[in-house]
């Protein structure tokens, strides 16, 4: 046999989920055909096996007994069950950190929308927020952040809360101490700019011609990424116009300037952190571009201004006509409602009520508090729940599956978007990671809902083959050049605009990513295809050349080399890699250091600046799950760290039969944006008990 044949059965052996669906039961294939003739296999799983509600005895480990996990596993499902919605999808809280709030709560006052009383709870939120430094973090568990506090302080002022509150106070003295607004970033300083309290000369420049360059540019809105375009797109009208909202003067922030405001400088500092020379030189060949553009807005001839903003314009109206807010993103919407209103829309326009009730159906409100969420997770949620109560041994054609499989196939589109300029010949079949968002579907959403129709039963099977086959045409057609996959785009990856003074936070970009990749091993596994399928040969390609020296793999969207390490493994379980492999090796050995003492797994967010915490931090049951179904994936499937992980999932179960994290599970951007996805803890590790549990079968 050869070395593909090899492969696949050292696959079958070694990956279990969703190995066992393919290897260990019976199989009725059926081929689909897409781009241009290519066959997928989808394996139809037949009902009883795995997935009976009965399974026979199947482990006697002395430390994680078969009636703890099937009990685990029992109550774990249940409390799932319970939260799908009527129409069959879940969705939890994507929870963010104090800034969207305090965003919020100052575009209600630009809006002329305020609502005292529900300010009153914001405030009440924010103070809950506040360190015992009085700063505000990115994240819980982190240290205090300069911009995140200047938010906070600017919007509990404007709320009325006095400057002699001890609150105020706290704030204050860290704002002055890490040196005041000029030290903050640039969105910060564009929020600070739109009511008088920071000078529009100290914004990076952003000229609205910008919106005229053409494809063959080196830069143009095509390079940058879904969420930098849809957010730079209306602030170049902002910028523009430079509209300022003058607040009283009870409400400046003369108290936050170290120096009297007009003696600040307001240059952009020039050595980049983390430093290295390559990025000094284009940080500073950047800032004297900068300057250049700077004194042409303000000297010199402008011919296209008002056809760049008017192009501006038609790109907006495009896609604030369709539902789900302006990218699906709080910044995006915000921004886009300031840049109409810039323009001269009244506030009951129709394009801007519609983005008003998308940023209001962010809104998290108890009787006591309120925030405001960057954004929803519905499709994602649910394609992760589905997977895991799948793999628990939920039966494939239980009511609630096909009503979540029903749901997720109403979701796919089917229109093109701006990722179609790169990919012209590609059809369009992706999903969205929010209830609706057609300009921009997810790959890593389009993954999960693919691999989870692909073992769900009891759907219209022709439908289901459609979506299948247009999906799966889509994401291939979506790889990068490099061999990976990213997340909405094909090719973004021009990474020297990192360095634009634009582009403090550094994520400018959307480049292809080991966890993406890693997802789209597994989806093409999961349907039936090898190692040897064309672009599961370019991804394993990818995924050798990024491994880290450590033998783990960053975490683009999740914390982070445990998601990153957790995310290939599965992809390379599934497409068949040989699993005794010595950099898959070197992966199993890297999770299992870095086990806790409590048997759990955790990553602080702080490996993203330190790459010496990578796989270390407090233990919490979605990190802990990850790590374990790496672990399945690569076949470690008993030993102690298996047995130690089980154990920690067990006891950390809540007595309503849910898990909880205590920190931060998710990122949004590496160093300046995280999230908490509040039903991680709920799917995740119901996912690796059932994992584990078909394993001993």
């Not at 002395?62 to 969705?91: C, F, K, M, N, Y």
């Not at 296209?304 to 501006?312: C, L, S």
């Not at 995310?567 to 599934?574: E, F, I, K, Q, T």
Request: hydrophobic share 40%; charged share 25%.
């Amino acid at each position: 046999m050869g070395a593909g044949g090899r492969c696949r059965r050292e696959a079958r052996r070694c990956f279990p989920s969703p190995g066992p669906c393919r290897a260990r039961y019976p199989e009725s294939p059926r081929s689909f055909n897409v781009l241009g003739g290519a066959l997928f296999h989808m394996p139809v799983l037949v009902s009883g096996d795995v997935f009976a509600e009965d399974a026979s005895p199947i482990m006697t480990s002395p430390t994680a007994v078969r009636s703890e996990v099937d009990h685990a596993i029992s109550r774990a499902r249940d409390v799932l069950l319970a939260t799908q919605a009527p129409d069959g999808h879940w969705v939890g809280e994507a929870e963010a950190n104090s800034t969207i709030t305090s965003e919020y709560l100052l575009l209600c006052h630009l809006l002329d929308r305020v609502d005292r009383e529900r300010e009153a709870k914001m405030v009440r939120y924010l103070r809950e927020r506040q360190l015992a430094d009085g700063g505000y973090s990115l994240y819980d568990g982190g240290s205090a952040n300069l911009s995140a506090t200047i938010k906070a302080y600017f919007a509990m002022k404007v709320a009325g809360v006095s400057v002699d509150d001890p609150a105020m106070a706290a704030a204050r003295a860290l704002i002055l101490e890490r040196g005041g607004p000029v030290q903050a970033d640039v969105f910060t300083k564009i929020l600070l700019a739109l009511f008088g309290e920071y000078d529009w000369r100290g914004v990076p420049s952003m000229p609205v011609e910008i919106m005229l360059l053409p494809r063959w540019s080196f830069f143009n809105l095509l390079e940058v990424s879904y969420w930098s375009r849809t957010v730079i797109v209306p602030l170049l009208i902002l910028m523009d116009s430079k509209p300022v909202m003058r607040l009283p003067e009870s409400c400046r922030l003369d108290e936050l300037w170290p120096v009297p405001r007009e003696h600040a400088s307001l240059r952009f500092p020039r050595i980049p952190r983390p430093f290295s020379p390559k990025r000094f030189i284009w940080k500073n060949l950047f800032i004297g571009v900068d300057d250049a553009l700077k004194g042409w807005e303000r000297l010199g001839p402008r011919p296209f201004r008002g056809r760049a903003i008017e192009a501006a314009l038609r790109w907006l109206e495009e896609r604030l006509a369709v539902p789900g807010g302006l990218g699906g993103i709080f910044p995006a919407m915000t921004n886009a409602v300031l840049a109409l209103r810039t323009l001269g829309y009244p506030e009951d326009h129709p394009l801007i009520r519609g983005q008003i009730k998308e940023i209001e159906n962010l809104g998290v409100e108890t009787t006591d508090s309120l925030h405001y969420a960057p954004c929803v997770s519905p499709v994602w949620d649910t394609s992760l729940a589905a997977n895991a109560l799948i793999e628990s041994g939920l039966a494939p054609d239980h009511p609630q599956l096909v009503r979540a499989g029903e749901w997720m196939m109403d979701k796919q589109i089917t229109v093109p978007g701006d990722w179609q300029v790169k990919r012209p010949d590609v059809p369009p079949g992706g999903w969205p990671f929010q209830y609706h968002n057609d300009f921009y579907p997810d790959l890593d959403d389009s993954a999960m809902v693919m691999m989870a129709l692909a073992k769900i039963q009891g759907l219209d099977p022709e439908r289901k083959a459609r979506c299948m086959e247009r999906g799966l045409a889509w994401f291939v057609g979506m790889q990068g050049s490099d061999g990976g996959w990213a997340s909405f785009d094909a090719d973004n990856s021009r990474l020297v605009f990192n360095n634009i003074p634009f582009a403090d936070h550094g994520a400018l970009l959307d480049p292809s990513t080991e966890d993406l990749t890693g997802r789209g091993l597994e989806l093409l596994g999961t349907l039936g295809h090898g190692p040897d399928h064309p672009a599961a040969q370019r991804a394993l390609g990818f995924i050798r050349k990024t491994q880290h020296e450590t033998g783990a793999w960053y975490g683009r969207w999740g914390v982070n080399y445990i998601y990153g390490t957790w995310s290939v493994l599965r992809g390379l379980g599934a497409i068949g890699e040989d699993c005794s492999a010595d950099y898959v090796q070197r992966a199993i050995a890297w999770i299992e250091q870095r086990q806790n003492d409590d048997g759990g797994w955790g990553e602080t967010l702080a490996s993203y600046e330190d790459e010496t915490l990578a796989g270390r931090g407090e233990s919490i049951p979605s990190q802990t799950a990850w790590a374990l179904l790496g672990l399945f994936a690569a076949g470690r499937t008993e030993g102690k760290a298996v047995e130690q992980g089980i154990r920690y999932l067990i006891d950390t179960q809540t007595a309503d039969g849910s898990w909880e994290d205590p920190l931060w599970n998710g990122t949004g951007f590496p160093r300046v944006f995280y999230l908490k996805y509040h039903l991680y803890a709920k799917y995740f590790p119901l996912w690796a008990l059932g994992v584990y549990r078909g394993t001993a079968a």
